[in-house]
């Protein structure tokens, strides 16, 4: 079955420390995205990449880092300078051109301990 | 102003009844617009775009207004399992990059 895939579900981190979220699709879709949603608000684009290779900042990049260095994998990592990292992390995959959707990975819930 | 703004309820509604979210947009150049729904703790799915002519799909109708900047969806006899939050999507034209709105939560009430 084709889908996009995050994991894990559930991470917990220490303060200090960096965290790497996976996500994986095999749609072959040419766009990805990284979104961070708190509660009560929308979601905010942190790092979307259109082409494997190029990436770029969306509009809460500060803290985070990201690498396509394939098609299928957009991961994130969540470093050490995200001042408030606890969130639920969504990646999304969509058609490079057209008015199509976005297709969800599950998410990953992040608690930083 | 933001670019995507809706109500954020909550809507409580009995079994049965009709409800309409409206979202609004600041873009007159966005191009492309959908409603997603998300339920709790889980991840938004697409629910249904909205086409200048307006699509209705079963119990849910979506409608875009390009002079007044705003879409809007309407669900007719509201059943328990609509309830949700439904996110108002809302994109420019090239490439795909997309705004969200923080969503309209949907209590109905049995």
């Known amino acids: 079955d084709g889908g996009i895939t995050q994991s894990p579900k559930y991470l917990f981190r220490k303060e200090g420390q960096n965290v790497t979220l996976s996500c994986e699709q095999n749609l072959n879709h040419d766009a990805m995205y990284w979104y961070r949603q708190d509660p009560g608000q929308g979601l905010r684009l942190i790092y979307y990449s259109q082409i494997v290779n190029d990436f770029q900042k969306g509009d809460i990049a500060e803290g985070y880092s990201v690498s396509r260095e394939k098609k299928e994998s957009f991961p994130l990592t969540v470093t050490s300078a995200q001042k408030n990292p606890t969130a639920f992390y969504l990646c999304?995959?969509?058609?490079?051109?057209?008015?199509?959707?976005?297709?969800f990975g599950q998410g990953t819930r992040l608690t930083v301990v | 102003r933001k670019e995507v703004e809706q109500d954020p309820g909550p809507f409580n509604v009995p079994e049965g009844a009709t409800v309409a979210f409206n979202c609004t947009y600041s873009n007159s150049a966005s191009q492309s617009f959908f409603w997603y729904r998300q339920d709790c703790r889980k991840e938004p799915k697409l629910l249904m775009s909205v086409y200048s002519s307006g699509n209705e799909d079963g119990r849910f109708t979506a409608q875009l207004n390009r002079a007044s900047q705003y879409i809007s969806l309407l669900i007719r006899d509201s059943k328990l399992s609509d309830s949700a939050t439904y996110l108002c999507v809302v994109g420019t034209g090239g490439y795909q990059k997309v705004t969200f709105g923080t969503g309209t939560k949907l209590q109905v009430i049995p």
């Open positions: 999304a995959s969509s058609i490079q051109q057209g008015d199509t959707e976005a297709f």
